[in-house]
């Protein structure tokens, strides 16, 4: 009874103990190049892709291969659609097939360094290992070592096989279990960095700064390495709250590199290795007071013409605006392109000068200038009544036999319907403020405060020979802050409001000066 006992425990310990039955390794397949490719980008380096794609399923287990994704894709924000409850591993393979990596996932393994003289051009081939190819690459020769680079001879090292792991396009793939073959369409969907946009504005104004026309452009940069064809482009307007993890940003640093070392010394790196920056997109073409509005457009490559059907229809999409581009666009490697957001002739702007005090302690040395400010209200009444995105705005303005000339240029806000659009575009330089403190006094508070009161004069100076409209507006310094006995010339006055601080209107005659004077009190805690 012992014995057979003892071959029972053996043979289930046995049965508990075998390998299963060897599974079929898994087929790798590739899907299609897209079929369909939107491109959605937001504010801040980030864009949300999504393309459908055809795969052909062998049968039972299988990697599907995505090639051509974004190499500054974020794969843990990979959605896939048409493999649900098959799918058991992702990877993201991002190191593109370049010199760089070529070298570096080759070290240990043999090459051939071809090596031709510069005299009499004879070609000499030679085998060698890579021992090193951090600072510079090192080579192991069967009787010696030597530096990439340093024999004086142009050279080639020549491979022999192309390390696994590396793609001639980055890759984002999926292993599915037991899967039932045939066609299947599939939809992929990721963020991404390294597509960006942002708004530019030209306002070409007329010759007394009282009209000007506003185009307005969508720049588009794709700073990657791999673009997309036909695609349905939108952008988004709105700032997204966002958070990025190491893991996210595990990739940015590894972007495919075309260059490999230099052959001068073996330390030298593509100018680009240490700061793979965005350069910077080009200026707006510039803007043509003749020309009507709905030509003031054209680009080189694409020939976009400003008309109605050419302006995206703008969305509102929950908290944010969306503008879909009107027609499918490539945004092609390494490019930047520019759509027409508005165009708006004619439109009502205010020319003011303003300045602000932050300071009420200290008198002024020297007079400083105002700023030369440009504002309008976005409303259909005045020439816009649509959103109008932050941006940058470069400001052009006619000057006699000149023609037109820069006015200057700033960034500005989101600016919702009903709201003033404005911009501060230079500094004045023949409208100049001063400020002297006549009486500054402090009084003690309960809980180591200070009441604050000082009486303030503020002397404008015009220098023109034409009326200028000056704003004053004085800053916030603390809590409960009161101003009282304000004057213009010595004829009372009262300050609006604007942006939650007291503002004061003024208008100075040509070749004149005036005098703001009021009492500030406030607690200073």
Known sequence: MRFFGA?????TIGALTAPAAAQPAPREVQASAPKAVSVTIYRDNLALITETR???????????VFDGVLDQAIP?????????????????DF??????????????????????NRGNGVVVEETAVIQAAGDGVTLKFPDRYEALGCSGTPEQIIFPRIPDGLRARPALSTLLTDTPAGRREITLSYLATGIEWQTD?????????TRADVTGWITVENAGEEGFADATVGVVAGDLSRTFSDVARANFNRMAQRACWSMDTTTDFPPDYFSAGIPPPPPPPPPMMAAPVAEMARAKDDQIMVTGSRIPAREELGDYQLYRFPERTTVAPRQTKQIVLIAKPDVAIDRVLRWRVDDVRNTD??????????????????????PLPKGEVNVYAPYRQHGLLVAGSDSTRDTPVGVEWEMTIADS??????????RFTTAALPGDRRRITADVEIEVANA??????????????GASQRLSNARWNGVATQPGVKDGEPLFRLTLAPNARGVLSYRITYIEE
């Open 7 to 11: 071959l029972t425990l053996f043979a």
């Open 54 to 64: 055809e795969v052909e399923l062998p049968g039972g287990p299988a990697r599907v």
């Open 76 to 92: 843990q924000s990979a959605i896939l659609r048409g493999f649900e409850g098959a799918e058991a591993e992702r990877n993201f």
């Open 95 to 116: 190191d593109g097939l370049n010199g760089r990596a070529l070298l570096l996932r080759s070290i240990g393994d043999e090459v051939v360094i071809r090596r031709t």
């Open 201 to 209: 504005y030209v306002i070409t104004l007329n010759e007394d700064a």
């Open 365 to 386: 040395r020297d007079p400083d200038s105002l700023d030369v400010v440009l504002r309008s209200r976005n409303e259909e009444a005045r020439g816009l009544g649509e």
């Open 429 to 438: 330089f023949d409208v100049t403020a001063r400020r002297t403190t006549a």
């Open 464 to 477: 023109t020979n034409r009326p200028q409209n000056a704003e004053i507006a004085q800053g916030i310094l």
